[in-house]
């Protein structure tokens, strides 16, 4: 199973992005599907996740700004940026996993860059 991430860019601030990532092959059931991003120097940090019921979870920094979605017939999810900041620069990676992590898959990241 891969994970193919597309969507990042050079936007200025206060642009909107929208990023995407399916997942191709394999027969599991990614429960959970969701955005990191690490920014240089830094930890990798959880952005925004989504249950296959919908159930989301927002990192702070984003709540109110950022929108995930998903398509589970496509095993597809989505992240609409909106509002975008300087300290939104990073890589951002997509991530699907099993609910009991057996399976835990990364995408190869796709860079997002706010520029003032």
């Known amino acids: 199973v891969q994970l193919q991430a597309s969507g990042g860019g050079l936007v200025q601030t206060g642009g909107s992005l929208r990023l995407s990532c399916t997942a191709s092959?394999?027969?599991?059931?990614?429960?959970?599907m969701g955005w990191y991003r690490q920014a240089p120097g830094n930890q990798r940090e959880m952005v925004a996740t989504?249950?296959?019921?919908?159930?989301?979870n927002y990192a702070d920094s984003v709540k109110g700004r950022f929108t995930i979605s998903r398509e589970n017939a496509k095993k597809t999810v989505y992240l609409q940026m909106n509002s975008l900041k300087s300290e939104d620069t990073a890589v951002y990676y997509c991530?699907?996993?099993?609910?009991?992590?057996?399976?835990?898959?990364w995408g190869q990241g796709t860079q997002v860059t706010v520029s003032s």
């Open positions: 991530n699907a996993r099993t609910n009991s992590a057996l399976v835990n898959l």
């Open positions: 092959g394999g027969v599991f059931r990614l429960n959970v």
């Open positions: 989504i249950t296959d019921g919908g159930r989301t």
